[in-house]
């Protein structure tokens, strides 16, 4: 089972649209996945809430019930597992990141946002430094400075690796979720979904450079 955290010291940075679009891009691979969501907004459950298809499981808990039910969904046989998290929460950051083979914190490209990542990087030294990657969200499509330019400015200055994908401002992104979809069940077709798809290749490449590796790749349905 692999476990991935989206995590950040700011609200609506992307981290419950990021959690939707893997969740469903993995089920779309095969894999039996599950959000399991911290925030007590519970933005993802909600989400589940008006979903009609069967996956991904949303299961909404408190930070401090977090290994149990990591333990259970491992027994449950569950493939991938996508932790959500409240926009600024030590805790739950920490608890979320300390559980996981890797850490996606999603940002848009605005310094109010990027002068969060120093505080999540200190979240992420607590945790026991698991690999994380900076993802860049609402990139917009006539940004004057171009996503690769972005993710050298931003890896330079902060010092966290940035995701080679990133996601762009798309409506979208926005309004897959008002009927519990994701932008790949909208617009199979259209640029969310592939933004999305390779996001999900990217986490599925590194997931299968991690020591649970034989047993994801003999995981898919
Ligand atoms: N790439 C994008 N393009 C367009 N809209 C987006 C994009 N990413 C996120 N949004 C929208 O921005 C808002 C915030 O996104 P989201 O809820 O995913 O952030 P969050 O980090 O989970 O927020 P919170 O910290 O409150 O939990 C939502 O209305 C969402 O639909
Ligand atoms: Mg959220």
Sequence with gaps: MQIIAI????????KTTTAIGLAVAAERAGYRTAILDLD??????????????????????????????????????ANYIFIDTPGKSDTAAVDAARA??????PVRPQIF??????????????AGSPPAYVLLNGIHPSATRSPTEQRDVIGNAFGLPVCPVHLSH????????????????????????????????????????????????????
Excluded at 52 to 69: M, N, Y
Excluded at 178 to 206: C, I, R, S
């Design 113 to 126: 946002d990027l002068e969060t990542l120093s505080a999540v990087r200190d979240a992420l030294r607590i």
């Design 40 to 77: 007590p907004q519970s933005n993802a459950a909600n989400w589940k809430d008006r979903r009609q298809a069967d996956g991904p499981a949303v299961e909404s808990i408190q930070p401090g019930r977090l290994r149990q039910t990591l333990k259970a969904a491992e027994d449950a046989g």
């Design 7 to 14: 995590i950040g010291q700011k609200g609506g940075t992307g």
């Design 100 to 105: 996981a083979d890797l850490v996606l914190i």
């Design 170 to 221: 798309r409506a979208t992104f926005a309004e897959a979720p008002t009927t519990g979809q994701a932008p790949q069940e909208t617009e199979p077709n259209g640029k969310a979904a592939a933004e999305l798809e390779a996001l999900f290749a990217f986490v599925d490449k590194a997931a299968l450079n991690m020591p649970a590796q034989k047993k994801l790749a003999e995981a898919r349905k």
